[in-house]
């Protein structure tokens, strides 16, 4: 069974920083892309960032140039690093594995990210 443990998150003012990360544990699985989505009140869920095991990353549009996501194979950990967040980054962060982006079946369980105005 493969779990994915999620740390991080919390409460941020407009413009600070947070850092979320996640730990995949368990069977050995295809975990060659892993990433981070989220899911805000009352919308559906959207990629924020992926990366492969090779190291080619992926962001959504609103958080490129602010966000950068980072993983260790080795430790199979992704972290994403949030900069210059702002209110509409507000969400519940999940971590996804899988083989491919249009095949995540492994899922953490989510942290909360509130960004302050």
């Known amino acids: 069974q493969v779990q994915l443990l999620e740390s991080g998150g919390g409460l941020a003012q407009a413009g600070g920083s947070l850092r979320v990360s996640c730990t995949a544990s368990?069977?050995?699985?295809?975990?060659?892309?892993m990433g981070w989505y989220r899911q805000a009140p009352g919308k559906q869920r959207e990629m924020v960032a992926v990366?492969?095991?090779?190291?080619?990353?992926n962001y959504a549009p609103s958080v490129k140039g602010r966000f950068t996501i980072t993983r260790d194979n080795a430790k199979n950990t992704v972290v994403l690093q949030m900069d210059g967040l702002k209110p509409e980054d507000t969400a519940v962060y999940y971590c996804?594995?899988?083989?491919?982006?249009?095949?995540?079946?492994?899922w953490g369980q989510g942290t909360q990210v509130t960004v302050s105005s």
């Open positions: 990366i492969s095991e090779g190291g080619s990353t």
């Open positions: 368990g069977s050995s699985f295809n975990n060659n892309v």
């Open positions: 996804a594995a899988g083989p491919n982006v249009r095949f995540l079946p492994h």
